[in-house]
DNA sequence: CGTTGAATTGAGACGAATCAACGGAGGTGG
DNA sequence: CCACCTCCGTTGATTCGTCTCAATTCAACG
């Protein structure tokens, strides 16, 4: 709720803000406010004008858009170092809500916006960030349209351990602790909770993963995994 | 495979070159390359290298890439001033494949970044296209992952009317001629060639659509056909 | 007139959704 | 401390939609 050195910040190397000048910096340092947001709640709201930009700082989100008639799907997710937000865009066409507890450094769009158009190297970076973003759109596209329920969550597991890295490694295995709900994993893969669970315990029942309780996860087998996983 | 001036360009008014300053614009024209491509022939690669960029002057485009047992996907199509290429990246994610025959304007991808280095505006429309882009590619998504093959044919076809426009109109119909193929339709959607065609004669008999032969599409009922439409 | 490739149509199989019941973890209040 | 509640995850039985396989029609073309 504060404004804060960006000099102690945590992501200042890796996120868009490192292409800032000096100067450029220090104006919307001066603008920027830090928020927190609980597990759970929602930072913006599809359909919401988007008035604000920024960046993450810790935690983990999700970005989601549902049907009238309820049918929800997550887009993507977002975590420390990556922006959010719509610059030059009228309204929100998705939801950013926390998944975890959340830390992000916030400015209000139009100020960021104005402090863009003097900066070309920060202009770049979103450039290549939005490339890259629809880049993983257009592979998610393919999973999500041609993939069977197996490989769609062999691909989402891989992906999580990749993310978390190596939280907590044990000879071969890793351990990590999903952000997401069972529910929350089938709006992401396009499944409904009940093919999900019956994908854990089919990779459980194989020997590839173990599920210790809540939403703890461990590794044993990634090769066979990755195998499961869509091939490209 | 010629030379050409900018001047002339069906598009100029349009493509990202409209954004270019005279003088870069006049670099560009010197190094730009216009080349035809017949329908069905594949402009890029997935894969190869992203040598060249460039506009679509004239035809119609299809993005796509394919698993390695033949499972394949279509992410989007290009049209008339729509960007080609990938700056910054390495290889293409995708490929480019020619639908109709086509006419572009292509540049060597080097020259084309130096340009942009010292052209904000030019940078500024292509972040603004790819962010475009992205929201397209995410809606796409919804649609992939929970929509029935009724709302996903419903869906493409209302967008080919749109895009067609008035391309000939009788009354309350609209008539145009679809550049996919049905098993393309099906590579797009998610489906199988024979669920598009059978959700095609479905929309025939309920009286939305004609279909008098060949590719050629009459839109009879736009209305009911958009309620059909996958729901926002 | 036969050939070729695309589109249509039909019959059956399969995968994921749906409907429904159960079990465990965490919280609240008696 | 225990009964109760709710939320979440698991498991089972069944249904439904789409894929798969197969045959037929159609249009274009030599």
């Known amino acids: 709720m504060s404004p804060v050195e960006c000099s102690t910040c945590d992501v200042q190397g890796t996120a868009l803000c490192s292409a800032f000048s000096e100067a450029d910096r220090a104006a919307l340092n001066a603008i920027s406010r830090h928020k927190t947001y609980e597990k759970g709640s929602t930072v913006m709201w599809a359909g919401d004008e988007a008035i604000v930009c920024g960046s993450v700082i810790s935690g983990i989100l999700k970005l989601s858009a549902s049907a009238s008639d309820g049918r929800k799907q997550i887009f993507g997710l977002l975590y420390p170092a990556d922006f ?29 916006e104005d402090v863009l158009e003097n900066n070309i190297a920060v202009e770049r970076l979103l450039l290549r960030r939005t490339m890259a973003a629809l880049d993983e759109a257009r592979a998610r596209m393919l999973l999500l349209a041609r993939g069977t329920s197996e490989e769609k969550l062999a691909c989402f597991l891989i992906e999580m ?20 709900s069972r529910g929350q994993i089938a709006d992401l893969l396009g499944l409904t909770i009940e093919t999900v669970s019956r994908q854990m315990t089919h ?14 996860l461990i590794i044993r087998n990634r090769a066979v995994l990755k195998a499961r996983a869509m091939l490209d």
Chains 1, 2 share one sequence.
């Open 161 to 180: 351990a990749d993310r978390a890295g190596g939280t907590t490694t044990t000879g071969q295995s890793v351990m990590l602790e999903l952000p997401l």
């Open 84 to 112: 959010v937000g719509q610059p030059h865009a009228g309204q929100m066409p998705f939801s950013v809500t926390a998944l975890t507890d959340c830390h992000l450094c916030l400015y209000p769009r139009a100020a960021f």
């Open 203 to 216: 990779f459980k029942s194989d020997g590839l993963i173990d599920l210790p309780g809540g939403r703890m």
